[in-house]
């Protein structure tokens, strides 16, 4: 697994503070691979998902560290969104 994956995942899992998501989002970060962020908290791991939000490591970077709104990142075409738009506002404000 990527060290870029394995930082997405415990920086996600700190951010949920132990909590789940309510549904699944699938993250793909070009070049480093998947992970999945469910009621379960956040894994390295590849599957089926309510959403999927793709974006390079760089920009998936900026995201976690919160120097990059996660609807900035989405309107300049650096974040896409496939599936329930929904949930993935909800993980935007996790996110920011």
Request: aromatic share 4%; charged share 25%.
């Amino acid at each position: 697994m990527s060290d870029v994956i394995d930082a997405a995942v415990a920086a996600l899992n700190e951010k949920l503070g132990g909590d789940g998501l309510d549904g699944s989002a699938k993250f793909e970060i070009a070049g480093e691979g998947t992970l999945i962020v469910d009621p379960d908290g956040a894994r390295a791991e590849d599957g089926e998902a309510d959403v999927t939000l793709s974006a390079d490591a760089e920009t998936f970077h900026a995201l976690m560290e919160g120097d990059l709104d996660p609807t900035a990142a989405f309107m300049s075409g650096k974040l896409s969104v496939d599936g329930d738009m929904g949930l993935a506002m909800k993980l935007g404000t996790i996110l920011a």
